[in-house]
């Protein structure tokens, strides 16, 4: 029966995928019926990756670059870094925790994955390390503060002159008589910028907000803050830093509605544009450029006298301050006549108030990235603010409460060659496969070993993958998405059996570790590709349910007939209608196959992960048996 169920699905092995990408206007994503973060699963590896929501979408912002998020917040179990491509998918992440500001920068010629990671707990900043990553994902560099001051989580960039920049919050004393009757002997977190060799780590410049401004410039209160050195006040919050070709610094103040040109020398203020004490003619209407608010993410883009900035202007700040609808603002400014005005202003037409957080990014193709910080979307505009592509990547029912965030929002192009070997999975006659980081594969080809040869460390060298007589040509199949679908053709007995990733050109990129495959058995063999050199071979018992839901659902889903999965599956599938029609692996726990896969209690999975959050939404309702027990899932419910 599994031959003949596996040949009907084989027959339709280009329907089948392993990761199924983004949703398309589904309302029941953004309502948050498929959890409060919704994620794909794999075969291959234990790696979570996001499941997006394409709201508007266009061929215009398929240029084969790479989406650059750092999801964090309460609804989301596996933190950090995560590189998307162009159609949605996965293609990179690792766990680092709370993560921070993933950028892609230049440096001495080479590309490097740039962020913050570190403890984010600290009133509103970080005590953390500024990470700098290779295309093979080492890390090249890790910079902490000059000083022994702690290096923040809200800015780091690399300056057109090769060194780095990066937020400081420095805890001093203060005099806070003139604010709100405050303590003379109090405390602040001062807004600190450092500049340093990234080389060395030496300091080579350092401006403290304190120096340069007041207290009566702050739109912020103390709020009871300020009294003792555990709660010192965040007068300023400093967000952003850029500098210009000629030396001198721009520097966002969230709490001061300001945005400061400060001289790379003396460190004094040259202008302010915004704020108290705006130094600019607004030559806008309604003084809309400089009537920003709750700013982030300032960036310069002409280093002339007559210059060019982009800002992310929140417009709000959440609870006790005004909501209002954030932007991304592209102005100029004459800073000889010293007046200001919007070239372009970037508004979504699915309104979004983002009470903290947010970027914006001129790309390379003249279009504009906003990532909206507290609430999990971005948008890519043209550069006149029309829209081309709105996506979310949590459900619109989480966003300003924190269920998922991301920093900040970028897009760059990226060539990702991990030193890992690929992560397989086989089973009856598919094989998984998936290469976390791999940016460069285009083919994937699945080889086998007869099962009376052994095969050895030199057999499994790279060298000759494609050429050595010992290796079965058994499939081969164009990568699609993170973790793609081998067919194994049915008249192969057991064997030992790997994959090989070819590029474009038809290269070897990297090859597998063997594993031992066996149509016959009710075991997967899965081989981990962890480190250079080395990897791991496991194999688990597996529930036929799970393997049938994991390794055929997709076919089903879209089979006209379900009278087939009814023969073969043993198991009720009911179509209805929905957003968008998608097949969904059931999860295996991080273990990878275990055995464990069916301890499904009160709708948890074994690690206590939502069933509903990573089961099967995608169904509108199904059954079966588990363990003895009938267990009934609705929408992705779990209803006992």
Not at 212 to 241: C, K, V
Not at 411 to 430: F, I, M, Q, S
Not at 508 to 537: C, H, Q
């Amino acid at each position: 029966m599994r031959g003949a169920l596996a040949s009907a699905l084989l027959s339709l092995c280009g329907l089948v995928q392993a990761d199924y990408g983004p949703y398309i206007q589904s309302g029941d994503y953004d309502a948050g019926k498929f959890g409060s973060w919704p994620t794909e699963t794999y075969r291959s590896t234990p790696i979570i990756g996001p499941t997006l929501n394409y709201l508007e979408s266009s061929t215009q912002c398929k240029d084969g670059q790479y989406t650059l998020i750092s999801p964090r917040g309460g609804g989301v179990a596996t933190p950090g870094p995560m590189i998307i491509d162009q159609d949605g998918h996965l293609v990179w992440t690792k766990d680092y925790g709370k993560t921070y500001n993933l950028n892609v920068y230049r440096y001495r010629g080479q590309d490097y994955l740039t962020f913050w990671a570190g403890n984010d707990g600290i009133t509103g900043h970080g005590d953390g390390t500024y990470y700098m990553l290779d295309s093979n994902y080492q890390e090249a560099y890790k910079i902490r503060g000059a000083n022994g001051l702690p290096a923040d989580l809200h800015e780091f960039h690399i300056t057109l002159n090769e060194t780095a920049v990066f937020t400081i919050y420095e805890t001093r004393s203060a005099d806070l008589r003139s604010v709100e009757d405050g303590p003379q002997d109090g405390w602040i977190y001062d807004g600190t910028f450092q500049e340093v060799d990234i080389e060395t780590g030496e300091l080579l410049f350092q401006w403290r907000a304190s120096d340069h401004f007041t207290f009566a410039e702050m739109f912020r209160g103390r709020e009871g803050n300020g009294e003792s050195e555990s709660r010192p006040w965040d007068f300023f919050h400093i967000n952003s830093i850029d500098k210009d070709v000629m030396g001198n610094f721009l520097v966002s103040s969230r709490y001061a509605n300001c945005l400061a040109y400060i001289d790379g020398h003396s460190g004094s203020v040259l202008w302010r544009l915004g704020g108290a004490n705006n130094s600019f003619t607004d030559l806008s209407p309604s003084q809309s450029a400089t009537n920003i608010t709750w700013q982030h993410h300032a960036r310069f883009h002409s280093p002339n006298k007559t210059t060019s900035l982009t800002v992310f202007d929140n417009a709000s700040r959440g609870i006790g301050a005004p909501t209002l609808t954030s932007r991304g603002l592209y102005l100029d400014l004459d800073t000889t006549a010293m007046t200001v005005s919007i070239r372009h202003e970037y508004w979504n037409p699915h309104p979004i108030s983002s009470q903290s957080q947010g970027s914006v990014q001129v790309l390379d193709s003249g279009n504009v990235l906003l990532g909206y910080g507290f609430n999990a979307a971005w948008t890519e505009y043209n550069i006149h603010g029309d829209v081309l592509c709105h996506v979310h990547f949590g459900p619109q029912t989480g966003f300003g409460i924190g269920d998922i965030i991301s920093y900040r929002v970028f897009k760059h192009p990226w060539v990702g060659l991990p030193l890992t070997r690929p992560d397989l999975a086989v089973y009856a006659y598919e094989a998984a496969v998936s290469w976390n980081g791999a940016t460069e594969v285009a083919t994937w080809v699945l080889q086998g070993v007869s099962s009376s040869s052994s095969p050895s460390d030199s057999d499994d060298s790279d060298n000759d993958a494609l050429t050595s007589p010992s290796f079965n040509f058994l499939a081969a199949v164009p990568k699609n998405g993170f973790e793609t679908i081998l067919p194994i053709p049915l008249h192969i007995q057991k064997q030992a059996l790997r994959v090989v990733a070819l590029n474009a050109t038809g290269q070897v990129l990297g090859v597998s570790r063997f594993v031992a495959w066996d149509p016959a058995s009710n075991e997967a063999a899965v081989t981990y590709g962890m480190g250079e050199s080395g990897g791991i071979v496991l194999t688990g018992p597996v529930r036929s349910f799970v393997f049938y839901v994991i390794g055929f659902v997709s076919a089903v889903v879209v089979l006209v007939g379900i009278g087939l999965a009814n023969r073969y599956l043993g198991e009720r599938v009911r179509s209805a209608k929905r957003d968008r029609e998608r097949g969904n692996w059931v999860p295996v726990d991080n273990d990878g196959f275990n055995g464990d896969e069916e301890d499904l209690s009160d709708g948890e999975l074994s690690d206590g992960i939502e069933f509903s959050l990573l089961g099967n939404p995608r169904l509108a309702s199904y059954e079966d048996v588990v363990g003895g027990r009938r267990d009934r899932f609705v929408d992705g419910e779990h209803t006992g």
